[in-house]
């Protein structure tokens, strides 16, 4: 199905889909499944994702044709940034098919893809990158095997996800950007080695406060390291300065090392929340839309996918969107009540 490109020229006054708040869509973030071979206690602890959870039957899930044509009809309404999350999505058979299929698709340009790196051999990396798979975000919460096994809770070590990451590198992909969620008490002692670890590398390290997604992994407000405590700790040891974003709503601040070796992100959802520029969209392996990753629930696209034809798709994607105002991160001290929110687990965060 042959569409026309969206351009970095059109703007929300030119037709594109906004809205309420004046949004336009530019990113959608695809989870293949639910499933991980992780427990990280912040995203999928064993209290409750235990040997005898139930996971989705492989029926429930989107075909690849089906997430297809979801991304083809996002990108009529300016979406040209896929990424492909999980659970782990490595778990999921055949992902370059989709991956191709993906790249074919008229104003894509750009397809990246979260992973724990564990399930990465290097065959696998270089068949996901002649896929058409152009970037890697790689989670790793700690560089010592004592607090990674705590926090993944399944007695992976370190060099397991750094093996990972070496053959995405000699497979070709140049930008990988090394992802450290981080919970005061857990592994906050963690943020200054990664820092030091990575320095001079050609990995950007990106530290991710603690954030209350889910309902499931005991959010409290006294776990969260701000993104200012974060860069003093590191201002202290290795010397760094602000940047400028790369574009308008990217997610983590930018800073540099004074000594030219590299940067890194910190993202800051808690503490400077950016819901104003978010341009995200949310595709779950089941088939619903999340227009927040705070969301209780989505729209369900299955009925539509499965029964209707692309013009009805279209209709319900411009339905969805330009009724969406969360900005649940700007909003959440005002809520009185807890609310259930969707597990990361399930929308890839």
Known sequence: ?????????????????????????????????DRCNFRCVYCMPKSVFSKDYKFLPRKDLLSFEEITRVVETAARF????????????????????????????????????????????????????????????????????????????????VQDVLDGIENASLAGFESIKVNMVVKKGLNDHSIVPMAKFFHGTNQILRFIEFMDVGSTNAWDLSHVVTSQQ???????????????????????????????????????????????????????????????????????????????????????FRRIWSQREDRYSETRTQFSVIRPKVEMSFIGG
């Open 230 to 316: 974060i860069a003093d700790r590191i201002q202290a040891e290795l010397p760094i300065k602000p940047i400028e974003a790369n574009y308008k709503g990217e997610v983590a601040k930018r800073w540099q090392y004074v000594d030219g070796g590299g940067e890194i992100g910190i993202i800051t959802s808690v503490s400077e929340p950016f819901c104003g520029d978010c341009s995200r969209a949310r595709l779950s392996a089941t088939g619903s839309i999340y227009t927040c990753l705070f969301a209780s629930s989505g729209y369900d696209l299955r009925p539509v996918l499965r029964n209707q034809g692309d013009a009805a798709l279209q209709k319900e």
């Open 78 to 157: 300016g979406v040209t940034k896929i990424r492909l999350t999980g659970g782990e999505p490595l778990i999921r058979n055949d992902l370059e098919q989709l991956i191709e299929w993906i790249a074919n698709v008229d104003g894509i340009r750009d397809i990246s893809l979260t992973t724990n790196a564990t399930l990465l051999t290097k065959k696998r990396a270089e068949s996901l990158r002649a896929a058409g798979l152009q970037r890697l975000n790689v989670s790793l919460d700690a560089i010592d095997d004592e607090t990674f096994k705590r926090v993944n809770d399944v007695g992976v070590g």
């Open 1 to 33: 199905m042959a569409h026309s490109e969206n351009t970095d020229s059109e703007s929300v006054n030119d037709g594109a889909l906004v809205d309420r708040l004046h949004r336009p869509l530019r990113d959608l973030r695809v989870s293949v499944t």
